[in-house]
């Protein structure tokens, strides 16, 4: 498998760093099987993918650092192997040589609460003690990294009573008239999006995002956006977006500052530029690679682009943009 990047050499450009990326390992010890739209599922092959990513991101040399876009096990995980498999993919993850940075994702949350998850996967986070995901890193001081916590209203991962899942629970009933709240039957366009898989970024969380791409602005830093869940409906399908996507795209477009988003959830990838000049990539899933495939890939920055090198089923992707 080469991932030999030939734009860069043409360029005669070094990136000013590199950083490895995968999405959606689902792993889970159980035989394969289907998504609820009949695509093949391959629980035990997920993680193999998993190790032959850290292998070739070690061997690359030159990452600086490996972002996980969530869902590390699978929902049909049994519950009594949930902890088990999420610390035994966690250790996969750790034998890397470098840091990795995890965010949550539907699936993590069936098999754990977020008090549970979030020390597992060592995700900062603000507010009351160790129940948001949403943190920001900057690797050279020209950029910065904001991952956002797509499940900080959900009503998934919180405790019964918590004003978070209530909400969500409130807007699934407004929104999603089906007595299965993952089922987007008789919704239309964007509106498939209200189901229970997704969730909403927060009125706190959106406070935060304002003063970070703010604080991001004023140091004149570029920002790379990342977020399990998808913000951008040309990049997904309908089924797979943020619930207040158009909220958070509207604060994200009152700065220039903001260049790429990323994210998972949706397996088939995806990849499109908004009103605005924002590139959007989807990344394809590692569950659903058959066997001896890969999903999985590398990022490497410049000033003025990224130049995603993927695997097999992750197709590599530039992303041009103005200083």
Same mark, same amino acid.
């Given at each position: 498998?080469?991932?030999g ?5 043409a360029q005669g450009?070094?990136p000013l ?6 999405s959606?390992?689902?792993?889970? @010890? ?9 695509v093949?599922?391959?629980? /035990?092959?997920?993680? $193999?993918?998993l190790q ?20 590390? =096990?699978d ?5 009594d192997?949930?902890l088990?498999?999420?610390?035994? =993919? ?16 539907? *699936? ?6 977020r ?5 597992l996967l060592?995700?900062?986070? *603000?507010?009351?003690?160790?129940t ?10 020209g950029? /910065?990294?904001?991952v ?11 405790p019964?009573d918590?004003p978070?899942r209530?909400e969500? $629970? ?5 929104k999603?008239?089906?007595s ?12 498939? /999006? ?12 959106m406070?935060?995002?304002?003063? =970070? $791409?703010?604080?991001?602005?004023n ?6 956006i ?15 977006l $943020? ?6 795209m ?8 903001v260049k790429v988003?990323?994210s ?11 009103? /605005? ?7 394809d ?6 066997p001896g ?6 990022? @490497? ?5 990224l130049?995603? =090198?993927g ?5 590599s992707? @530039? ?5």
């Open positions: 498998m080469d991932l990047n030939g734009l860069a050499n450009k070094h760093f590199s950083f490895g990326v995968i959606d390992v689902q792993y889970a @010890d159980i035989p394969d099987g289907l998504s609820f739209l009949g093949p599922r391959y629980y /035990r092959h997920s993680i $193999l993918v032959r990513a850290v292998k070739n991101w070690n061997d690359h040399k030159n990452l600086n650092f490996v972002i996980n876009f969530g869902d590390i =096990v929902g049909m995980c049994p519950k192997q949930s088990n498999a999420v610390k035994k =993919v966690v250790s996969e993850f750790e034998n890397f040589h470098g840091p990795v940075y995890h965010m949550i994702g539907n *699936h993590c949350l069936y098999n754990l609460p008090d549970k998850l979030l020390p060592k995700i900062p986070n *603000h507010g009351d003690g160790r948001h995901a949403y943190y920001d890193f900057s690797p050279t001081p950029y /910065r990294f904001v956002l916590d797509g499940y900080d209203i959900s009503a998934i991962g919180w019964h918590h978070n209530l969500a $629970l409130k807007i699934l009933s407004e999603n008239p089906n299965d709240k993952n089922s987007p039957e008789g919704l239309k366009g964007v509106d498939r /999006r209200f189901v229970m898989f997704n969730g909403a970024v927060g009125n706190k969380q406070e935060w995002l304002d003063n =970070v $791409l703010k604080d991001a602005t140091i004149k830093q570029k920002v790379i990342c977020c399990h869940v998808p913000l951008d409906p040309g990049a997904t399908s309908k089924t797979t $943020l619930w207040n996507y158009d909220q958070v509207d604060l994200i477009h009152q700065y220039d500052c988003c990323l998972g959830h949706n397996h088939q990838g995806g990849y499109s530029v908004d009103s /605005r000049g924002v590139h959007h990539r989807v990344l899933a590692a569950l659903e690679c058959p495939t890969n999903a999985f890939g590398y990022i @490497d920055v410049y000033d003025n682009m130049s995603l =090198v695997t097999d089923r992750m197709k992707t @530039d992303f041009c943009f103005d200083f």
